[in-house]
């Protein structure tokens, strides 16, 4: 999972499960930029809410979807404040569906050094955050937030161009985050030392849509599981993916994928199973 961050005009999942934007660049950047379990940071606009001390403030994250909308055809209308509408068109116009959604408990400050690299634009390109940054955006409290059932999620998510869907959005954050349960991976593309670092709730179905596109026939490779743990709850999977990927960092060579010899991996994943004071639940490392 990565962390984007952008500003909005407003954060309402429980009346606008999107994610909206005010120029179609904006939004189709965020979808080429983004895989499976990523999520965005949003940042409510300093220029005008309906709760004055939450301006320029971290309101929630929500998991970004796979699909591009236009929000006139999938919101509420009557859902909408008066100030999320320009000239009787949505302010901003391009969106995409949130598949869940958390809100901060107390709205937190952005960081100064997120803030300065953020750009101005409201409803205008997200950026994505280090690993670094992302702990700490996500070690402030939240809690998941139920989306609202708008007539396009009732409809079903359509099917990505990969063949597959990123989750089922219906209803998927109606239970608190610290009662669901995943499992921290480490996943190795063949024989070579080439790594995708993540965590998921399914992985069954993220390592499907990885391997989707890769030619068995020819390559005779594909993405594996080389470790993996399970862990109590969602926040404490998140803080051991991204420890993982900061004692990583210097073998990045795109969003979570790494390159270094097996043993630098087997190194780090046991120093962050060290080191780091979560709940593991029963299971341990388990090859495949």
């Given at each position: 999972m990565r962390l984007f961050i952008g500003r909005f005009w407003s954060f309402r999942p429980e009346h606008l499960p999107f994610i909206t934007f005010a120029r179609a660049v904006?939004?189709?950047?965020?979808?080429a930029d983004s895989a499976a379990g990523d999520r965005i940071a949003m940042v409510v606009t300093r220029k005008e809410s309906v709760i004055p001390?939450?301006?320029?403030r971290l309101l929630g994250m929500a998991e970004?979807?796979?699909?591009?909308?236009?929000?006139a055809d999938v919101v509420d209308s009557a859902a909408m404040t008066p100030r999320e509408w320009l000239g009787g068109e949505p302010r901003c116009p391009k969106g995409i569906p949130m598949l869940r959604a958390w809100r901060f408990l107390q709205p937190p400050a952005v960081p100064v050094v997120i803030d300065a690299a953020l750009p101005q634009t409201t409803g205008g390109p997200a950026i994505l955050l280090t690993a670094k940054q992302a702990t700490q955006i996500t070690a402030f409290p939240y809690e998941a937030v139920p989306l609202r059932q708008s007539r396009w999620l009732l409809n079903g998510i359509p099917w990505a161009k990969d063949g597959t869907r990123r989750g089922d959005a219906s209803g998927s954050a109606a239970r608190p985050a610290e009662t669901e349960q995943g499992e921290v991976l480490v996943l190795r593309f063949g024989s070579r030392d080439v790594w995708r670092i993540g965590n998921?709730?399914?992985?069954?179905?993220?390592?499907?849509?990885?391997?989707r596109d890769i030619p068995w026939s020819v390559t005779q490779e594909?993405?594996?599981i080389l470790y993996r743990r399970p862990i109590?709850?969602?926040a404490d999977a998140l803080v051991c993916e991204m420890k993982l990927m900061e004692l990583l960092m210097q073998h990045r060579i795109a969003g979570g994928f790494f390159?270094?010899?097996a043993t630098t991996i087997e190194r780090v994943w046991n120093e962050t199973l060290a080191a780091t004071r979560i709940v593991w639940t029963k299971g341990g490392i388990a090859a495949s």
């Open positions: 904006y939004r189709d950047s965020l979808l001390q939450n301006r320029g970004i979807g796979a699909h591009p909308v236009d929000t998921s709730f399914d992985p069954r179905r993220n390592i499907e849509a990885m391997n594909r993405w594996v109590s709850s969602e390159a270094c010899s």
